[in-house]
């Protein structure tokens, strides 16, 4: 019996020691994996690197990305703003982003053959242009400034040819037999290149969108003085009167906390071992190894990691495709519960030579109305190699008040700009009470030296 007893103690001494290991090697897995995340690229290295060794294969710090290349995420990423779609019934305007995203997506079979055998391009006159703009089209407007070599990497199409080009307006425009891709940069340059696309193939979706009757301002001689690509909309729905709101303060105390895990655990801390304090304005600072991430009460925040010290290197259009979904998967995971009626859109890709940083900015709009921002930007993110280094947004929400905004017709704010606009659009700004409200926003343009 005492035998017994004592094979039993034995037993339950090693089951404990057993145990315990288990328990402390899985604590040890959490406090890693945790640390795998975005803008921790040599940690995911040596992660690869260690269930490399027992897989018998090696994975690079890029292959431990969240898989968000898939091509209707691509897609949804680089999605414009703002749509429009001319068949022989007439002209759909589309603003629901919804909407816009479902547009581009189901042009994609006709975008990839465009770019997949667009000639070389040549420059193309405004009176072409607005001749091309009265037949039979798809319009896509991406408020910001697009790469086209990285849409065209997007839709598997060589990217070198339209290296260095960016847009931002594209189009699909179709005459009897052919479709031409047509494009227009931010300071007004136009270009065109004739693709192996047959109107045919993509008559079936005009016809689904292409009932309307909005146009573009060339085509109302009273308005041929505003930028040839506004969209006239006889009907405009007066547009909501929005309030922001900080996801920092506003929450209560139980869904404050929720957030704040999901930004932590976004931008790579681990939120239960990660201690954080408070400074004296309530900012909230959160410090691991050498990243410091700050988040203020008014919802503002900033991440900071040091970049590498190597030699720079300017990332190859697949690099930079793969940095900018990464850059939105990240702030999807971060703001895409809580964001309310805005909608995130991509604003500018830039490359520093000397450096190799790559920054990705995003815009926010509502029902296709850009937010307008202090800095310029809803949210930036910046690069180094594989590593985030860097990252400004703000943690906010824009809530619909019972309330819609007066806008002038077209025709009357029009007349009010007494000149030839280079920019005529709709914006929100923010009033002395902390409302967004829409306006019409208007550049002129500057006379010819």
């Not at 945790?34 to 490399?52: D, Q, T, V, W, Y």
């Not at 146009?215 to 909501?240: C, G, K, T, Y």
């Not at 690099?319 to 990464?326: E, G």
């Not at 890709?349 to 990705?360: A, K, N, P």
């Amino acid at each position: 019996m005492a035998m017994m007893s004592e094979q039993t103690k034995r037993i339950a001494k090693n089951a404990a020691i057993l145990l315990l290991s288990v328990l402390l090697l899985v604590l040890t897995f959490i406090t890693w994996f945790g640390k795998m995340l975005p803008g921790n690229a040599a940690r995911r290295e040596a992660m690869g690197e260690f269930f490399g060794g027992i897989l018998g294969r090696e994975d690079s710090a890029a292959e431990l990305y969240v898989d968000y290349e898939a091509y209707e995420y691509t897609l949804r990423v680089l999605a414009p703003v703002r749509a429009a779609v001319r068949s022989g019934e007439g002209m759909c305007a589309l603003s629901d982003r919804d909407q816009v995203r479902e547009l581009f997506e189901r042009s994609g079979s006709a975008l990839t053959g465009a770019f997949e055998s667009a000639s070389e391009a040549r420059s193309l006159s405004r009176q072409n242009w607005r001749r091309y703009l009265s037949g039979q089209h798809l319009f896509f407007d991406f408020e910001g400034e697009l790469p086209l070599d990285i849409l065209a990497a997007a839709f598997d199409a060589d990217p070198q040819r339209f290296d260095g080009r960016t847009a931002r307006y594209l189009v699909l425009a179709a005459d009897e037999r052919e479709v031409s891709l047509l494009w227009k940069t931010a300071d007004g340059k136009l270009y065109s290149a004739d693709t192996a696309v047959t109107s045919g193939e993509f008559a079936a979706l005009l016809s689904e969108y292409g009932t309307g009757d909005a146009m573009f301002a060339f085509e109302q001689e009273n308005l041929s003085h505003l930028p040839d690509e506004f969209i006239v909309v006889p009907h405009r729905e007066a547009p909501a009167v929005y309030m922001p709101t900080s996801l920092v303060s506003e929450n209560t105390s139980a869904t404050g906390e929720r957030m704040i895990q999901t930004v932590l655990t976004g931008f790579g801390f681990s939120p239960y071992l990660t201690g954080g304090y408070l400074e004296s304005d309530y900012t909230r600072v959160y410090v691991e190894e050498l990243s410091t991430l700050r988040i203020q009460a008014d919802g503002k925040l900033s991440y900071l990691s040091p970049g590498k010290t190597e030699q720079p290197e300017i990332p190859d259009v697949e690099r930079r495709l793969m940095l900018v979904n990464h850059a939105a998967s990240l702030l999807d995971r971060v703001l895409s519960d809580v964001i309310g009626d805005g909608s995130l859109y991509l604003q500018e890709i830039s490359c520093e030579e000397d450096t190799g940083r790559l920054t990705v900015t995003f815009g926010c709009s509502v029902e296709g109305i850009p937010m307008v921002q202090d800095d310029g930007y809803f949210a930036r993110l910046e690069y180094e190699g594989e590593q985030l280094c860097a990252a400004y947004l703000t943690l906010q929400s824009f809530l619909r008040l019972q309330q819609t905004e007066l806008l002038l017709p077209e025709e009357q704010a029009a007349a009010v700009t007494e000149g030839n606009c280079a920019v005529f659009e709709l914006r929100y700004q923010e009033n002395r009470q902390g409302e967004y409200h829409a306006g019409w926003y208007y550049v002129l343009e500057q006379p010819a030296a």
